[in-house]
Antibody
Framework: EVQLVQSGAEVKRTGESLKISCKNS????????FGWVRQLPGRGLEWMGI????????RYRPSFQGQVTISADKSISTAYLQWSSLKASDTAIYYC????????????WGQGTLVTVSS | QSALTQPASVSGSPGQSITISCTGT?????????VSWYQQHPGKAPKLIIY???NRPSGVSSRFSGSKSGNTASLTISGLQAEDEADYYC???????????FGSGTEVTVL
């Protein structure tokens, strides 16, 4: 069974960089797709992008391409979402979720990471 | 890549049935039988309740069912219970960048 544990809440200033994590404490890290989902305060879910942990093949929603970087480190079974220069509009809860290759749904979710960006 | 269209809110009395629609395009909902539905209670992570249009994961109540016709998918909750009060989101695989798109979300209220 996949268990996803995300890193803790972050408070940052605009222009700072940030990398949040999603650790798979189950087994077979490389056998999953890891997706990232944004939820702005009081708003709905937005698909950001996805990475296949086995090969690091990555796909981004067009509106997030170039705004964030999704990566994975197989040696520690962890997927990442990072920003090089945060904006106030990046303030949101970020969820990671997994899918098995060949399936098209996300059945395991992390608890979410709250990112607060202020000027 | 716009969000799939869902009604903002749906309400019903305990025991009633409600249906939430999810309208997309021929590039997402209409293109594949890869529509899933997620339930999100306040302050909690989303939970998968329907996958591949009409399949329920183990442990999900049979009161939840899904269907699809053309570019519109639907989630039906029968025998509405107080615990069903939550936000519900549809999601579809899309031909755009081999990615996914969520619906705008529907708040379900149990009267």
């Amino acid at each position: 069974e996949v268990q996803l544990v995300q890193s803790g809440a972050e408070v940052k200033r605009t222009g700072e960089s940030l990398k949040i994590s999603c650790k798979n404490s189950g087994n077979s890290f490389t056998h999953y797709w890891f997706g990232w989902v944004r939820q702005l305060p009081g708003r709905g879910l937005e698909w950001m992008g996805i990475i296949y942990a086995g090969t690091s093949e990555t796909r981004y929603r067009p509106s997030f391409q170039g705004q964030v970087t999704i990566s994975a480190d197989k040696s520690i079974s962890t997927a990442y979402l990072q920003w090089s220069s945060l904006k106030a509009s990046d303030t949101a809860i970020y969820y990671c979720a997994t899918a098995v290759p060949g399936t098209y749904y996300f059945d395991s979710w992390g608890q979410g990471t709250l990112v607060t960006v202020s000027s | 890549q716009s969000a799939l269209t869902q009604p903002a809110s749906v309400s019903g009395s305990p025991g009633q049935s409600i249906t939430i629609s999810c309208t997309g395009t021929s590039s997402d909902v209409g293109a594949y039988n890869y529509v899933s539905w997620y339930q999100q209670h306040p302050g909690k992570a989303p939970k998968l309740i329907i996958y591949d249009v009409n399949n329920r994961p183990s442990g999900v109540s049979s009161r939840f069912s899904g269907s699809k016709s053309g570019n519109t998918a639907s989630l039906t909750i029968s025998g509405l219970q107080a615990e069903d009060e939550a936000d519900y989101y549809c999601n579809s695989y899309t031909t755009s960048s081999g990615s996914y798109v969520f619906g705008s979300g529907t708040e379900v209220t149990v009267l």
